[in-house]
């Protein structure tokens, strides 16, 4: 079981590397997405209260508080300048009114990506069938699997854009594949031991492509960002903000941050360039309040408590703390 959770790890983080899951909340966001969205500050707790048969005294003077922090991002809205959305794929300059989209994955790193995946997709395949005679259902999905790689293979030299330096490796990790998957097929049965082999053994020629294939990506962002940077003053680019849409599991480390962060000279994520996880934040309206709230809140945390980073974590963080430090809880009592 231990191995099947560790090869399970080293297959998706290869598949994170390329974005599996990022091919595309914050804490304020109340419960319906509603965009009216409120200091935690002040507020934390409004979504979790109890039902009360009447609302407490405070409710309506809180119920002005959401409405109005949302109308004072709306008026920093009027205010800012420019802005880049990385999302979808592309890279989208917010400026003067004007927008302009540049898509920064090429053929090139998508065809590196799609054939690495059919690692992926044998292991997910086989994970929780292991040790096990295989069902007939099982067997007729590892046959059309197969057949879709076969089918595919022929053309990756030039459908997936592979260049030459690349193709013999691509040739190997598809043979191989294949191999596992008629063996697979033909016993009716995998072990965990030779699933995870399999996964070790494919770890390094995935992670080749990944290389590549990044490098195909942070190239192609280069590019965008220096044509944009030239057609901005140095004020424009000093003051611009960058807002990144990804999901939960890529956002470690996630490949456009990284970028950005070394391009703005941010060290950690939340000031001039901040990510959003979906679905929280899937369209370009929902990334932009989410540049606000950081706005808004960043002079909230300079003002109230002089640290900018305040807002980061939960107000109610070090309180907390102190409470945990001071009390034993009952739930950890052995019955």
Same mark, same amino acid.
């Given at each position: 079981?231990?191995?099947?959770?560790?090869?399970?790890?080293?297959?998706?983080?290869?598949?994170?590397?390329?974005?599996?899951?990022?091919?595309?909340?914050?804490?304020?966001?109340?419960?319906?997405?509603?965009? @009216?969205?409120?200091?935690?500050? /002040? &507020?934390?707790? +409004? $979504?979790?209260?109890?039902?009360?048969? *009447?609302? =407490?005294?405070?409710? @309506?003077?809180?119920?002005?508080? /959401? &409405?109005?922090? +949302? $109308?004072?991002?709306?008026?920093?809205? *009027?205010? =800012?300048?420019?802005?880049?959305?990385?999302?979808?794929?592309?890279?989208?300059?917010?400026?003067?009114?004007?927008?302009?989209?540049?898509?920064?994955?090429?053929?090139?790193?998508?065809?590196?990506?799609?054939?690495?995946?059919?690692?992926?997709?044998?292991?997910?395949?086989?994970?929780?069938?292991?040790?096990?005679?295989?069902?007939?259902?099982?067997?007729?999905?590892?046959?059309?699997?197969?057949?879709?790689?076969?089918?595919?293979?022929?053309?990756?030299?030039?459908?997936?854009?592979?260049?030459?330096?690349?193709?013999?490796?691509?040739?190997?990790?598809?043979?191989?594949?294949?191999?596992?998957?008629?063996?697979?097929?033909?016993?009716?049965?995998?072990?965990?031991?030779?699933?995870?082999?399999?996964?070790?053994?494919?770890?390094?020629?995935?992670?080749?492509?990944?290389?590549?294939?990044?490098?195909?990506?942070?190239?192609?962002?280069?590019?965008?960002?220096?044509?944009?940077?030239?057609?901005?003053?140095?004020?424009?680019?000093?003051?611009?903000?960058?807002?990144?849409?990804?999901?939960?599991?890529?956002?470690?480390?996630?490949?456009?941050?990284?970028?950005?962060?070394?391009?703005?000279?941010?060290?950690?994520?939340?000031?001039?360039?901040?990510?959003?996880?979906?679905?929280?934040?899937?369209?370009?309206?929902?990334?932009?309040?989410?540049?606000?709230?950081?706005?808004?809140?960043?002079?909230?945390?300079?003002?109230?408590?002089?640290?900018?980073?305040?807002?980061?974590?939960?107000?109610?963080?070090?309180?907390?703390?102190?409470?945990?430090?001071?009390?034993?809880?009952?739930?950890?009592?052995?019955?």
């Amino acid at each position: 079981m231990v191995d099947n959770v560790k090869s399970a790890y080293l297959a998706i983080a290869t598949a994170c590397a390329f974005g599996l899951t990022a091919d595309i909340g914050h804490a304020y966001s109340n419960d319906s997405g509603n965009k @009216e969205t409120s200091p935690h500050s /002040l &507020t934390s707790d +409004s $979504a979790h209260q109890p039902t009360t048969e *009447k609302p =407490l005294a405070f409710h @309506e003077v809180n119920q002005q508080l /959401l &409405t109005n922090y +949302s $109308a004072a991002k709306s008026e920093l809205r *009027k205010k =800012l300048g420019a802005i880049v959305i990385c999302m979808d794929n592309s890279l989208t300059l917010i400026r003067d009114g004007k927008r302009e989209s540049i898509p920064f994955i090429k053929p090139h790193y998508t065809g590196l990506k799609e054939v690495a995946h059919i690692t992926l997709g044998t292991f997910v395949l086989l994970v929780n069938h292991t040790d096990e005679e295989l069902s007939e259902s099982s067997i007729a999905k590892l046959k059309e699997y197969r057949t879709a790689i076969e089918k595919a293979s022929d053309a990756v030299a030039t459908d997936e854009a592979i260049e030459p330096q690349e193709q013999e490796r691509q040739r190997a990790l598809i043979k191989q594949t294949v191999s596992f998957l008629t063996r697979a097929i033909e016993s009716k049965r995998v072990s965990a031991d030779e699933l995870k082999k399999y996964a070790r053994s494919t770890s390094e020629p995935d992670l080749k492509n990944a290389y590549t294939a990044v490098a195909s990506q942070m190239v192609s962002m280069d590019k965008t960002m220096a044509k944009w940077r030239k057609e901005m003053t140095p004020q424009e680019w000093n003051n611009m903000y960058v807002f990144i849409a990804t999901l939960h599991m890529p956002r470690q480390e996630l490949i456009a941050y990284q970028y950005f962060a070394r391009l703005l000279n941010q060290s950690q994520e939340g000031d001039r360039v901040i990510v959003g996880e979906s679905p929280g934040t899937m369209t370009e309206e929902q990334g932009i309040d989410l540049v606000l709230t950081h706005i808004l809140d960043k002079q909230v945390a300079i003002q109230f408590f002089n640290d900018p980073w305040r807002m980061h974590r939960d107000l109610l963080s070090e309180a907390g703390k102190k409470w945990l430090s001071e009390n034993k809880l009952e739930a950890e009592k052995t019955p």
